[in-house]
């Protein structure tokens, strides 16, 4: 069964203010979708981009290994990034 096929069970409820509301129905009304749809592309998007860099990676053992050594080489001198992080920013 595809997806969009697929028979939605769960429920999210919202409490928003009138502006908040009408904001969300002219973004929708802008992409052509229900509010349902904005809300629910817009909120699966942004819990995609807060999650990618907590994914699970698979590694096989030579990766891992790979991976290991890249950690615990030793650090190598960067003279010109010492210089640059030594000078006083514009904020300073």
Do not use: C, Y
Request: glycine share 2%; proline share 1%; aromatic share 4%.
């Amino acid at each position: 069964m595809k997806a969009a096929a697929k028979r939605k069970e769960d429920r999210i409820d919202l409490r928003v203010t009138r502006s908040a509301k009408i904001l969300l129905q002219r973004a929708a009304a802008v992409r052509h979708k229900s509010v349902t749809e904005f809300v629910l592309d817009s909120g699966l998007s942004a819990a995609a981009e807060t999650l990618a860099d907590r994914r699970h990676f698979e590694l096989t053992d030579k990766q891992w290994q790979a991976f290991e050594a890249a950690l615990n080489a030793p650090t190598r001198r960067r003279r010109r990034l010492e210089k640059l992080m030594s000078q006083k920013t514009v904020l300073e």
